[in-house]
T-cell receptor, first 111, second 114 residues
């Protein structure tokens, strides 16, 4: 079983839709959690960290459920520019280091 | 402001050939790592380094060697290429401690082994 698992999608949604991605991780020792974004086989870039209390960054909301070992990312009011692959990432260390990536969820936002 | 420079961008090898993927960063990052990305598999950690002279294995180290003689450089060596090593390779770096969640990636190397 992979340490970090995501639904690979693709998710095809119209502009303005709300879409949610889920991610589960198997190692209960995981300490920190992130979402990265990757455009069309380019290098991944950090989208946001995920905090225990949940956190929001504009149209993006991340949630963490340590008991269920589950992370989510919600995107509201989807834009065409949100089309990308979203990577769920965990680390066993408090602030990062040695990041373990999920296989990614592909999002395609259509006009 | 170069960031992480990774070369070459594309490479075709024959089975059994050796080569080195180069990675250099100019941000004085302590942490550097190599990932490979295959369809449906996500990024998998090959090797990483927490500072000059220190390296360690990741999830999929077999067939690859690394060294870290300077803070700036972290080359990845394939000693005897195999078709299973056909992949996209990314080098990354970050600070240790605070800020280490933000990996700075190179632009990737598309490697094909025939």
């Amino acid at each position: 079983r992979k340490e970090v698992e995501q639904d690979p999608g693709p998710f095809n949604v119209p502009e303005g839709a709300t879409v949610a991605f889920n991610c589960t991780y198997s190692n209960s020792a995981s300490q920190s959690f992130f979402w990265y974004r990757q455009d069309c086989r380019k290098e991944p870039k950090l989208l946001m960290s995920v905090y225990s209390s949940g956190n929001e960054d504009g149209r993006f909301t991340a949630q963490l459920n340590r008991a269920s070992q589950y992370i989510s990312l919600l995107i509201r009011d989807s834009k065409l520019s949100d089309s990308a692959t979203y990577l769920c990432v965990v680390s066993r260390y408090n602030q990062g280091g040695k990041l373990i990536f999920g296989q990614g969820t592909e999002l395609s936002v259509k006009p | 402001n170069a960031g992480v420079t990774q070369t070459p961008k594309f490479q075709v090898l024959k089975t059994g050939q050796s080569m080195t993927l180069q990675c250099a960063q100019d941000m004085n990052h302590e942490y550097m790592s190599w990932y490979r990305q295959d369809p449906g598999m996500g990024l998998r950690l090959i090797h990483y380094s927490v500072g000059a002279g220190i390296t360690d294995q990741g999830e999929v180290p077999n067939g690859y060697n690394v060294s870290r003689s300077t803070t700036e450089d972290f080359p990845l060596r394939l000693l005897s290429a195999a078709p299973s090593q056909t992949s996209v390779y990314f080098c990354a770096s970050s600070y240790q401690g605070a800020g280490s969640e933000k990996l700075f990636f190179g632009s990737g190397t598309q490697l094909s082994v025939l």
